[in-house]
């Protein structure tokens, strides 16, 4: 385990280092629907991934969205991270990064995925050739990754498997599997009437919503969750409501079970005469199924063991994240290699920099071992 420990002290020596880029990168305001932003904290991580990988980096465009590509010329394993958040411009104004003397750093977005991406830039340092390495770093993944998504299979066919550095889970734990996500958005016209004069030539949107939100409440089942989330009704306080809405959020494990729910919401008919019930949407994220993903942590599960560290736990997300775009055109993926933490999108996010060195250490010998495999193994 000599080279491995030699990793390790390697690891722990660029904590510095480590700890102002994440520093500069939290600071450097990066929100999903900020074009401009985007583009600075592109500029601000393309030097620095190309001093880490010893090779160009292309800033590719779709639309008013940057994306950071680094393909290997031989690839065998793609990373994937993304650097848009879901903090609105002028948070860090008040809401600055810090570090606390016992090791954790707060600010928007150190836990997702900043924290990550810098662990990512010190690993791949780490490596004595990182050339059959290709990274892909995106600035849609928090609004679905509409831009990123066909650059992503593109590079992760090309590699044939990828680790994703989306915050780890508790204690460390990697991620073997995500649910897959469905959107809906369930629309319902009436007719508008006088509420006090007429309300019988209405025909009341927002009953005829509140008969399918019960329907759609009861379409989940076991671990497949159907929540009805946001409502709309009504102009006045007077007026009959001739247009009420809903959104819904659907999870579930498998691709079956997504589909079965999905037929639902398409069979929905309207209660209220005269109603009619309009649905859109769908899948949106297939699930990230174990079978992809098992393999890949046995090799992580060796690389934490060849460095000496704490057993590696497996687990399950109900969130969704890029892993699940791959784990459905059938490449093998782990997910959740990035930073401990906790509290990703609330305002306690946090990070623990006392173990930043060893993750970095953990991918970078992870990267290690998928790089030196066998062309499809």
């Known amino acids: 385990m000599g080279n491995e420990h030699h990793t390790l002290e390697l690891a722990t020596a660029m904590m510095p280092?480590?700890?102002?880029?994440?520093?500069?990168?939290?600071?450097c305001?990066?929100?999903s629907n900020s074009p401009e932003a985007l583009r600075n904290c592109a500029q601000l991580l393309a030097p620095w991934l190309e001093k880490a990988l010893g090779r160009p980096v292309d800033l590719v465009w779709s639309g008013e969205n940057v994306h950071l590509v680094a393909q290997a010329q031989h690839p065998r394993v793609l990373v994937v991270g993304h650097f848009d958040t879901v903090w609105p411009l002028g948070t860090i104004?008040?809401?600055r990064f810090e570090i606390s003397d016992d090791g954790i750093a707060t600010g928007p977005g150190v836990f997702d995925m900043k924290a990550g991406i810098v662990q990512l830039l010190a690993a791949l340092e780490l490596m004595v050739d990182a050339s059959a390495v290709s990274v892909v770093l995106t600035s849609d993944e928090e609004t679905g990754s509409a831009t990123s998504w066909p650059l992503i299979e593109q590079q992760a066919k090309l590699a044939g498997v990828a680790l994703v550095c989306e915050p780890s889970a508790d204690g460390g734990a990697v991620k073997v599997a995500r649910k897959g996500i469905a959107n809906y958005q369930v629309k319902v016209h009436g007719k508008a009437a006088h509420s006090g004069l007429e309300p019988a030539l209405g025909v009341n949107?927002?009953?005829e919503l509140a008969h399918q939100i019960l329907a759609i409440n009861n379409l989940g089942s076991g671990d497949t969750t159907v929540t009805p989330t946001m409502f709309s009704a009504g102009t006045?306080?007077?007026v009959v409501p001739e247009?009420?809405?809903?959104?819904v959020d659907v999870r579930a494990w498998t691709r079956s079970d997504l589909e079965d729910v999905d037929d639902a919401m398409a069979a929905l008919k309207p209660h209220v005469e005269g109603a009619r019930v309009v649905v859109e949407g769908g899948i949106e994220r297939p699930p990230f199924e174990p079978a992809l993903g098992v393999n890949v942590f046995a090799d992580?599960?060796?690389?934490?063991?060849?460095l000496g560290l704490a057993p590696l736990a497996a687990t399950r997300s109900a969130g969704g994240s890029d892993a699940n775009l791959i784990a459905a055109i059938g490449v093998p993926t782990l997910d959740g290699l990035g930073a401990l933490g906790a509290h990703p999108h609330g305002r306690g996010e946090r990070v623990d920099v006392t173990v930043m060195g060893e993750r970095a250490a953990l991918l970078?010998?992870?990267l290690h071992r998928l790089s030196n495999r066998s062309p499809g193994r």
């Open 29 to 31: 305001e990066s929100p």
């Open 236 to 238: 006045a306080t007077n």
């Open 300 to 306: 992580a599960a060796a690389a934490a063991w060849e």
């Open 17 to 27: 280092t480590m700890l102002k880029q994440l520093g500069e990168l939290v600071e």
């Open 93 to 95: 104004t008040e809401w």
């Open 364 to 366: 970078s010998t992870l």
């Open 243 to 247: 247009f009420a809405m809903c959104h």
């Open 205 to 207: 949107a927002g009953v």
